[in-house]
T-cell receptor, first 115, second 113 residues
Framework: AQTVTQSQPEMSVQEAETVTLSCTYD???????LFWYKQPPSRQMILVIR??????QNATENRFSVNFQKAAKSFSLKISDSQLGDAAMYFC????????????FGKGTRLSVIA | DGGITQSPKYLFRKEGQNVTLSCEQN?????MYWYRQDPGQGLRLIYY???????QKGDIAEGYSVSREKKESFPLTVTSAQKNPTAFYLC????????????FGPGTRLTVT
C-alpha cells in the first residue's frame, strides 16, 4: 500500500517570501500522479498543482512549483511571493495510475503567512 | 454550475442515533468517495464507489454504510456503531480514466453528543 508523509505539521513564512513544504511517499509503482491540495479556513479543498510521475519536468502553476525527485520519492511544494491568502492547510496526495482509485493523503502542513 | 453539494453544512445528533450525510454531484463523474478529516490526521478514506451499485470499503469503514443507487448520489450513513463519529466529512468525485484529480464538496461537520 502507498503511504504519504508530510513531516512538517506547521510552517510559517513572511509575506512576499518563499516557503517550501515537504512531502515524501512510498510506492512500488513506477507510474502514478502526485497532487498538492490547499484547504483554507473555509475547509473547501482546492487543487494547487499536479505532477505526472512519468514527466521529468517539474510542474508549475503561477507562484506554485514543485520539486519532484522520483528516485528519492520526494515531492515538495514551493510557494513564491507568499500572500496572506496562501495561509491554509496543505495536503500532499498520491494516486495510482490505474483506474478511478482514491487519493492517499498525507496528514497535512498548516501554513501561516505573517504580514 | 457543475459541482458537488453536501448538506447540511453542520449536523448535530444525539449518541445512539444513525445519521445520513448527503452528497450529490452533477459533474457526470463515475467515481465518488467519502473521507473523514480529524485534526492532525489528514483525510482518511471511508468508502468509495467507482460505478453505480458498487462500492468498496476504505481504511476506516467500520461503523459506516453507503449506497450508490444513482450516479449523482452517494449518501453516507454514520451508524451508532461508529465509536467516535464527531468529525468533518468530505465527499469527492472524479472522472473516468487516469490521473485526474478529485473534486471535493464543501464538507459536513457532524457533532454527536
Amino acid at each position: 500500500a502507498q503511504t504519504v508523509t508530510q513531516s512538517q505539521p506547521e510552517m510559517s513564512v513572511q509575506e512576499a517570501e518563499t516557503v517550501t513544504l515537504s512531502c515524501t511517499y512510498d510506492t512500488s509503482e513506477s507510474d502514478y500522479y502526485l497532487f498538492w491540495y490547499k484547504q483554507p479556513p473555509s475547509r473547501q479543498m482546492i487543487l494547487v498543482i499536479r505532477q505526472e510521475a512519468y514527466k521529468q519536468q517539474n510542474a508549475t502553476e503561477n507562484r506554485f512549483s514543485v520539486n519532484f525527485q522520483k528516485a528519492a520519492k520526494s515531492f515538495s511544494l514551493k510557494i513564491s511571493d507568499s500572500q496572506l491568502g496562501d495561509a491554509a492547510m496543505y495536503f500532499c496526495a498520491y494516486r495510482s495510475l490505474s483506474g478511478n482509485t482514491p487519493l492517499v493523503f498525507g496528514k497535512g502542513t498548516r501554513l501561516s503567512v505573517i504580514a | 454550475d457543475g459541482g458537488i453539494t453536501q448538506s447540511p453544512k453542520y449536523l448535530f445528533r444525539k449518541e445512539g442515533q444513525n445519521v445520513t450525510l448527503s452528497c450529490e454531484q452533477n459533474l457526470n463523474h463515475d467515481a465518488m468517495y467519502w473521507y473523514r478529516q480529524d485534526p492532525g490526521q489528514g483525510l482518511r478514506l471511508i468508502y468509495y464507489s467507482q460505478i453505480v451499485n458498487d462500492f468498496q470499503k476504505g481504511d476506516i469503514a467500520e461503523g459506516y454504510s453507503v449506497s450508490r443507487e444513482k450516479k449523482e448520489s452517494f449518501p453516507l450513513t454514520v451508524t451508532s456503531a461508529q465509536k467516535n463519529p464527531t468529525a468533518f466529512y468530505l465527499c469527492a468525485s472524479s472522472t473516468p480514466g487516469q490521473g485526474t484529480e478529485q473534486y471535493f464538496g464543501p464538507g459536513t461537520r457532524l457533532t454527536v453528543t
